[in-house]
């Protein structure tokens, strides 16, 4: 499904109006501390004509058949466009961390890549420490990469997805099969 760049849109969101709309499909997760597992996620970014992107995330593993299992996490924050292609995210878990990233919109394609600067964490949340976010957009599809150093692990690799524009979501009302 292609995509539309909004009328309204601030100028500074311009260079991210690909990854504007709902997003949904299957990704993978990795890490030395837990077993591989696989997820549905739903990724929502959507903007008002103001200067920055609010992003929402839902995530829930899924079994070998593609049944729900159970909820996993979920995230909030925004997207901040600056005039020099850089960009700031400011992004809230529900597990008990908040983070700060800076990073850069690719020029010549549908890229952003971002690294954290800062991340706080309640006393409950677990050791992580760090991340890096790859988005690209990919033959219609979204197309991501987060890695992560937690747990006294160094940075690598932990999710990875490919999701899909509008991805049969519930935006109809229904539910599909392996989702909450």
Not at 129 to 146: H, S
Request: proline share 6%.
């Amino acid at each position: 499904m292609p995509f539309e760049i909004p009328e309204n849109i601030h100028e500074l969101c311009a260079p991210l109006a690909w990854l504007i709309g709902s997003w949904r499909g299957n990704g993978h997760g990795d890490y030395p501390t837990i077993d591989g597992f696989q997820f549905g996620q739903e990724l929502v970014f959507q903007q008002d004509g103001r200067p920055f992107i609010h992003y929402f995330s839902r995530a829930w593993i899924v079994g070998d058949n593609g049944e729900f299992v159970r909820n996993a996490a979920q995230e909030t924050g925004f997207l901040r466009p600056q005039p020099d292609r850089t960009v700031e995210v400011v992004l809230a878990h529900n597990t008990g961390f908040v983070e700060i990233w800076h990073g850069e919109i690719h020029p010549d394609q549908p890229r952003l890549e971002i690294v954290t600067d800062t991340v706080a964490r309640t006393t409950t949340a677990k050791a992580y420490t760090a991340g890096k976010r790859l988005y690209g957009y990919v033959d219609g599809d979204l197309l991501y990469a987060y890695d992560m150093a937690a747990m006294d692990q160094e940075l690598q690799p932990h999710t990875w997805a490919r999701l899909q524009r509008g991805g049969g979501s519930a935006e109809g009302g229904g539910r599909h099969a392996g989702e909450p």
